[in-house]
């Protein structure tokens, strides 16, 4: 694929990922993974499967990556629009076990209140 290294470079600037972090995710060194971004070096499926980590997609979305215009195909947006939806739902879910632990707990505290009032009267 003759611009993967273009498509790569794009990606992780899309990340907001310095290379020296995408090279330490991906257990390449960094002279290693400079070379691959600017063409000078082939990427392996293996590397190619390693910068899934980092960049959190699939090898097909980096391969199939717009460069023309800066963007994941349609299933990469899906993919996210949908975790972005359950990460909306998990934090409501976690803010309702807040709630709920805290009352709890306030009620805990009363009773080890009436408890140790009733000790101390008889």
């Given at each position: 694929m003759p611009k993967l290294h273009l498509k790569v470079k794009a990606i992780r600037l899309l990340?907001?990922?310095t290379q020296e972090r995408t090279a330490e995710q991906t257990y390449i060194s960094l002279k290693?993974?400079?070379r691959k971004e600017v063409g000078t070096s082939p990427i392996s499926d293996q590397e190619l499967a390693q910068?899934?980590?980092p960049f959190q997609c699939s090898i097909d979305d980096i391969r199939n990556f717009d460069l023309e215009n800066?963007?994941?195909s349609v299933s990469v947006a899906v993919r996210t629009a949908a975790l972005e939806l359950e990460n909306?739902?998990?934090?409501?879910?976690?803010s309702y076990h807040?709630?709920?632990y805290d009352k709890l707990f306030s009620?805990?505290?009363a009773i080890v209140q009436l408890r140790g009032k009733s000790q101390g009267e008889g």
């Amino acid at each position: 694929m003759p611009k993967l290294h273009l498509k790569v470079k794009a990606i992780r600037l899309l990340r907001r990922l310095t290379q020296e972090r995408t090279a330490e995710q991906t257990y390449i060194s960094l002279k290693s993974y400079q070379r691959k971004e600017v063409g000078t070096s082939p990427i392996s499926d293996q590397e190619l499967a390693q910068l899934c980590v980092p960049f959190q997609c699939s090898i097909d979305d980096i391969r199939n990556f717009d460069l023309e215009n800066n963007t994941f195909s349609v299933s990469v947006a899906v993919r996210t629009a949908a975790l972005e939806l359950e990460n909306t739902r998990l934090k409501s879910e976690l803010s309702y076990h807040r709630q709920l632990y805290d009352k709890l707990f306030s009620a805990y505290q009363a009773i080890v209140q009436l408890r140790g009032k009733s000790q101390g009267e008889g």
